[in-house]
Each structure stands twice: as structure tokens, then as C-alpha cells.
């Protein structure tokens, strides 16, 4: 059975993706980014990874063509999907610190990347579903989507569009089990991890527990395995721990 990772090209996504070729190397892994040709420039051509363009800030559902259709047919469905695209910060963005950084742009861009790219993406999936086997579904979220955890503030955007993505997740786990049992959807938090993403933020994360993109893939790998259906609708940290919603 096929694992669907989105936002391959990112540092946890290739992790992850190189994980699970490495873990099952007789299933495919089909690979979401927007530069397909930027991800085999930093991966290679493993054997059963294939790449396909979609950007989750585009707002456009990811096409199902044949050529896709015949390849979920073919391995019997969708056993994994893991959404790792995300947003924090870029050349037109940066987290706010204050309310007066706050803008509508920035606040439509973390909410179309971090939150409604993952809805369009399993609405497009969902009818790849349906088997005995448990079909795990998997958003990567963030412990600062948490609003009973947030004591800092800041960083308007993210953290809105995080827990935004946290109650997709809750409602796709009352719905999902209803037309595609069996399945447990969950928001994970992956931890501090060394990337991109965070390196503007090196200062801060001195103080902080670091992983490295492989540790991270390999905690992730180590949770979504372990999920069984009663784990539906949970909100989990990397350590395998619940996190508050």
C-alpha cells in the first residue's frame, strides 16, 4: 500500500519519505512539493519514490489522474498520508512579535499552507481510503497551535493556522471512520528540529532540544506506526506523549 507525504521537499518531509522507502522498500512513496525537480536534486531517484508537483499554497486540489489513480490501484490504496508542507517565515514573511506586524497576507498564506492545503489534499485522497487495512492519516502541526499551551503570544499567523489545522484534524476524525473505517487521523507535533525552517531562530534554540531531520523522521515513523484506531482524533508529541488541544 502506497504513503503519500506532502511538502517532500521540506527537511522533515525528505527525512521521512528516505524513511519509509529504507523501512518498506516494496511499497511506494509518492512525494508532494511544488519543485519536484528541486527534491530529486537533494534526494536522488531512490527506488519507489515518485515525485509529483502540487503547492499547497495554490488552493488548486491535487489532480488524481490516471497515471496516480492506476498506481494507488495497484499497491491497494493509501496506508499512509503524512502532511509535512508548512509555513513559518520566507522572503515576505516573518513571525510577528507584536500585533502591529500583524497582516492580512501573511495571515491567508499560514492559514492556506499550514491548514486548508491539507483539507483540499484529503478530500482528493480519501476515496484511496477504503480497505481493511488501518489507513493512517497524519497532519504535522506544531505545540504553539496549542491555545491552552500558548503563554508567550506572538507569532499571530502560525500559531492561528496551527490550530486551525489541529480542528481539521478533530473533525476529519469524526468523519473519516464514518466512510473509510478503519483510520486514525491525528495532528503530530515533530519537536524542535534543525532546518530552514528554524534556523533564523538559532539563538533562541540554544536552550532548546534539537534534532537533527533524521531523529525527527525517526520519532515521526515511530509514532504513526504505533497509531491504532482507538488513537484517532489525538493530538501527539514526537515522544509519543498527548499533547493539550
Known sequence: MAAIIAGISGAIGQALALKYLDEFPEQPVIGLCRNPDKATEAMGKPPGLQLRPWDAESAVPLEVDDELAQTLAD?????????????LHDDRMFPEKRLEDLTADNLARAFQVNCVGFGLLVQ??????RGPQ??????????????????????????????????????????????YRPVACVALHPGTTRSGLSEPFSQSLANLTVHEPEGTADNLFRVIEALQEHDNGRFISWDGSDLPW
Open 75 to 87: 499497491s491497494g490504496g493509501i496506508h499512509r498520508l503524512v502532511y509535512a508542507a508548512g509555513l
Open 134 to 179: 488501518l489507513t493512517r492519516v497524519a497532519a504535522i502541526s506544531a505545540k504553539v497551535g496549542s491555545i491552552s499551551d500558548n503563554h508567550l503570544g506572538g507569532w499571530y499567523a502560525y500559531r492561528c493556522s496551527k490550530a486551525a489545522l489541529n480542528m481539521l484534524v478533530k473533525n476529519l476524525s469524526v468523519e473519516l471512520p464514518r466512510r
Open 124 to 129: 482528493a485522497l480519501s476515496p484511496w481510503f
